[in-house]
């Protein structure tokens, strides 16, 4: 696609509950990378892919948070047994090669645990 | 750890004058520097990069300075313009890992 889209935009969950987050890179980018933005605060590294290989997962918070990205385009992070801190902004970046780090940001989901 | 950190929250300039934003990393082995734009309800976006064995690189309107001795960077915006108006992040990274750090951002303000 012409950008990085991200779905759903928002997403209000109850504490205890798993969500699932979607990016969709763009066409032919071959690296993939989470970020996760608190307001007022700069994007905070998640994980990241290089095709469908995940290459550094220690921004990870804890066992809860998952990723995959299995044809090497289109990734989920998965969130299990939600909990109000995890409560945030999440963003999805995607580029043309690995290590190249003029990544193209897509517009978040933002997740609110209630 | 390493950590990435803007020296103003917050910058308010008349448009037409120039605008600095600065920038102090931690990390003596970062070799990759980027510099994105924020605006209102939108991802970051890609301004400019700078490699470690640079100390100055221009773009269109925009320079970013980079002095590794003081692990310090800056982002010079000329004749700046209201549509500049955003919050402005350095971020770095070291050994081609895939993984930047950003720091806090600025909020730069343009006053008509």
């Known amino acids: 696609g012409a950008g990085v889209s991200q779905s759903p935009r928002y997403k209000v969950t109850k504490r205890g509950q798993d969500v699932a987050l979607r990016c969709d890179p763009i066409?032919?980018?071959?690296?993939l990378y989470w970020y996760r933005q608190a307001l007022g605060q700069g994007p905070e590294f998640l994980t990241y892919?290089?095709?469908?290989?995940?290459?550094?997962k220690s921004g990870l918070p804890n066992d809860r948070f998952s990723a995959e990205r299995p044809e090497g385009s289109i990734s989920t992070l998965t969130i299990q047994r939600t909990e109000q801190r995890d409560s945030a902004m999440y963003r999805c970046?995607?580029?043309?090669?690995?290590?190249?780090?003029?990544?193209?940001f897509g517009s978040g989901t933002r997740l609110t645990v209630v | 750890g390493e950590s990435v950190g803007l020296h103003l929250p917050t910058l308010s300039v008349q448009e037409g004058d120039n605008s600095i934003i600065n920038c102090a990393y931690s990390?003596?082995?970062?070799?990759?520097f980027i510099w994105y734009k924020q605006e209102s309800g939108k991802g970051p976006q890609f301004i400019i990069d700078?490699?470690?064995?640079?100390d100055k690189r221009q773009g269109q309107r925009v320079t970013v300075l980079l002095n590794k001795t003081v692990k310090h960077l800056s982002l010079q915006i000329a004749a700046t313009q209201p549509g500049d108006s955003a919050v402005y992040f350095c971020?770095?990274?070291?050994?081609?890992?895939?993984?930047?750090?950003f720091g806090q951002g600025t909020t730069l303000q343009v006053k008509p």
């Open positions: 066409s032919g980018h071959v690296s």
């Open positions: 700078i490699r470690s064995n640079m």
């Open positions: 990390n003596s082995a970062s070799d990759y």
């Open positions: 970046a995607s580029s043309p090669g690995p290590a190249n780090y003029g990544y193209t």
């Open positions: 971020a770095v990274s070291s050994g081609n890992t895939g993984k930047l750090i």
């Open positions: 892919f290089n095709y469908e290989a995940q290459q550094d």
